[in-house]
């Protein structure tokens, strides 16, 4: 079965916009690990702008599953997984300007990803690298010595629904994925996937888990919305009566 392991860096999102304590993205990994997610995602950005240090490290103490720290090759970065100790780090490229983790992984050797990812690997941390769907970087991942590959499903994820673009861009994934097999590399997916496009991706030759955020925190705000005004309603309601 593909293990799903959500991202909740949307629910911190909310919260730092308007610099309340809610909602806390710990309440809400207890509520996806009862909803049957098997672990959780968090990614701590450079600039703080969703995860804070202190969700990491409360995460490491409240997950019952699997933790994945999804983190860019930085000195800075690195020390903090070493204290923290999730189960495996992603890594990932990081722009602050953008507005969410927009490609893959350059894999180049000798590189930053390289020396970061060996240090992880002595901690005895999972390494896990966010790619681009292309046989070339899953086989440069795999020279790296890494065990596993995430493959970026934002192209399959933006072209038109079911068109000819869709069918190329999930023929990319399943050539990626192949090779990733080949090379004996443990293969995730993930980024831009919601309750529509997320079929196809999920049977991919060999995929072995999912992360998840954007899509299934939008469906969630859906499906709270109507019993949230009920409760709102029903203060309301019971304080009028009182009256002031
Ligand atoms: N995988 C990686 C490596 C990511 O950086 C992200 C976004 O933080 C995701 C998966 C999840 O993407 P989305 O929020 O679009 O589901």
Known sequence: MVRLYVNVDHVATLRQQRGTRYPDPVTAAVLCELGGADGITVHLREDRRHIQDRDVRVLRE???????LEMAATDEMLRIAREVKPDFC???????????TEGGLAVTPGGAVERV????????????????PE????????????????LHTGDYCLAPARGPEAARQLQRLELAARAAGDAGLRLGAGHGLDYDNLGPVASLPGLEELNIGHGLVARAVMLGMRGAVEELRAIIDRASKVGP
């Open 62 to 68: 409240t997950v019952r599953g699997v933790l994945n």
């Open 90 to 100: 992603t890594l990932v490229p990081e722009k602050r300007e953008e507005r969410t």
């Open 135 to 150: 046989v070339r970087v899953v086989e440069a991942s795999a020279r790296l010595g890494v065990g596993t590959v995430e």
């Open 117 to 132: 990812a060996r240090a992880l690997a002595e901690a005895g941390i999972g390494v896990s690298l966010f790619i681009d």
